[in-house]
């Protein structure tokens, strides 16, 4: 049972954990000093009480004592005289007789302990009201004068300061979790600006920096974080460059290679069966090729600008529109009226939507449906194939560099793709600061969905 509790409280956010103790012990504090507090003013108004109604009651009897040793006929009106304020009894045992005066209360109702003979102090309930008796022999023969004053005015006092020191309490415990979540929350900022920052260097954004701390323990750490983002972002940058140096002098033998190929092709029919064969796998490996290439120095023009982007009002129609009949294929064009307008790069946004079409085309069974609807504040692109669709833990991979084929769920691993298209997509939407992921579609197959912030039109 320990150990669960224990794994449950670790599983408490630390935030929550910081203000949950400071409540606690906000909590005890203040509990304890109500106690106290409640102890001190109830024995020093109860003792208060008490002395007050003892020292009229001996008052009372010496008054009694005088009348009965003179044999006075007024004793009941003394009786009245001595009740005093509003609910308080008298009663005089004389004789083996009682006489009672002030509130009518019942001898039955008086413990028998009081009435004994011997002086005499309790505290009970009468009639259901919280009374003080106190009993006073006054003759030597047994006779007994018994004084019981209320105590409702007391109990409602001590209730009212039980309730406001309970009150309290629960307050004390409330501004103690606030105080903890406060403090918790300024003491974990610089932790939270550190996985944000972190975050979004591991999303692509190079960009991201701690902002500079004077306070003695924080600023080491920025400073550190700092200089290892400058670094990282420079090595990045420089093997982006070495990536676009190298496909840009790629892209003429490729095209050398391209263009004696095509001359092949023309031929072929001339050719041997094996000859035949060969040049149509080397047409298509060069093919690939070359796409790679323009990938790989899209890529690295991405890494090496990614602010660079021509960003102009774009309407999402237009975009779905002009997309060729050639990668539709069948599909349906689905746009909700009026279509969104966002912030982007039009070629880059056509590159997007273009990507994605032939990722259904060639691995997702043909593309079904491309649309543009609004979904929860955004503008969404949305492309749905009739593939296999992509396994839960393969929607993450899918966007990674030369992830490709059956490591991505796709239905053959060798369809002339690169493996590069979908990182393209994922790096261009982040670069517009929007989202891209994979999804179910209804009916069966993938939904790509690309989400953007729409601006006013």
Do not use: K
Not at 166 to 190: E, F, H, I, K, S
Not at 318 to 345: K, M, Q, W, Y
Not at 394 to 420: H, P, Y
Not at 423 to 428: E, G, I, K, R
Request: proline share 4%.
């Amino acid at each position: 049972m320990s150990d669960r509790l224990a794994r449950r409280w670790r599983s408490v956010s630390l935030r929550w954990r910081v203000a949950l103790a400071f409540g606690l012990v906000s909590t005890a504090i203040a509990g304890l000093l109500s106690i106290a507090t409640w102890q001190l003013a109830s024995s020093y108004m109860l003792e208060q009480r008490e002395r007050g109604t003892t020292s009229q009651a001996v008052a009372g009897a010496r008054l009694v004592t005088d009348s009965l040793r003179r044999g006075s006929d007024d004793l009941p009106t003394l009786l009245v005289g001595l009740t005093g304020e509003t609910g308080t009894s008298v009663l005089l045992r004389s004789g083996g007789a009682w006489t009672t005066a002030g509130r009518q209360v019942e001898v039955e109702d008086v413990p028998v302990a009081l009435l004994a003979g011997a002086p005499a102090r309790q505290r009970l309930v009468v009639d259901g009201a919280p009374v003080l008796a106190v009993a006073l022999p006054v003759t030597p023969a047994g006779d007994l004068f018994v004084r019981i004053a209320p105590l409702i005015e007391l109990d409602q006092t001590l209730r009212f300061v039980s309730a406001v020191l309970v009150a309290g309490t629960v307050l004390a415990g409330l501004l103690g979790v606030l105080l903890g979540w406060w403090t918790a929350r300024r003491a974990l900022l610089p932790l939270t600006e550190l996985t944000d920052a972190a975050g979004r260097m591991a999303e692509g954004d190079l960009t991201a920096r701690l902002p500079d701390r004077h306070e003695a323990d924080l600023a080491p750490i920025a400073r550190r974080f700092n200089a290892t983002a400058d670094a990282l972002a420079e090595r990045v940058q420089r093997d982006a460059r070495f990536a676009g140096d190298v496909s840009h002098e790629l892209r003429t033998p490729l095209t050398t290679m391209i263009n004696a190929g095509e001359v092949l092709r023309r031929r072929r029919d001339d050719m041997p069966s094996t000859a035949r064969r060969a040049v149509d796998l080397l047409t298509a490996d060069v093919r690939r090729f070359h796409r790679m290439v323009e990938d790989l120095l899209e890529i690295s023009r991405g890494i090496q600008a990614p602010d660079g982007h021509d960003v102009e009002p774009v309407d999402l129609s237009v975009v779905i529109e002009n997309v060729p009949a050639t990668l539709i294929e069948g599909g349906v064009r689905e746009i909700e009226r009026p279509a969104p307008l966002v912030s982007a790069d039009r070629r880059r946004l056509d590159r997007v939507v273009a990507n994605l079409c032939e990722n259904a085309r060639h691995h997702g069974g043909g593309l079904v449906r491309l649309g543009v609807r609004r979904r929860d504040g955004h503008a969404v692109i949305e492309v749905d194939d009739a593939g296999p669709g992509v396994a839960v833990e393969l929607r993450d991979r899918v966007f990674e560099r030369f992830t490709r084929g059956s490591r991505t769920g796709c239905a053959e691993a060798n369809t002339g793709g690169t493996g590069l298209g979908l990182a393209l997509v994922a790096q261009h939407v982040r670069g517009h600061g929007g989202r891209v992921w994979v999804e179910d579609r209804p009916g069966g197959g993938a939904r790509f969905v690309v989400a953007l912030r729409e601006v006013p039109s």
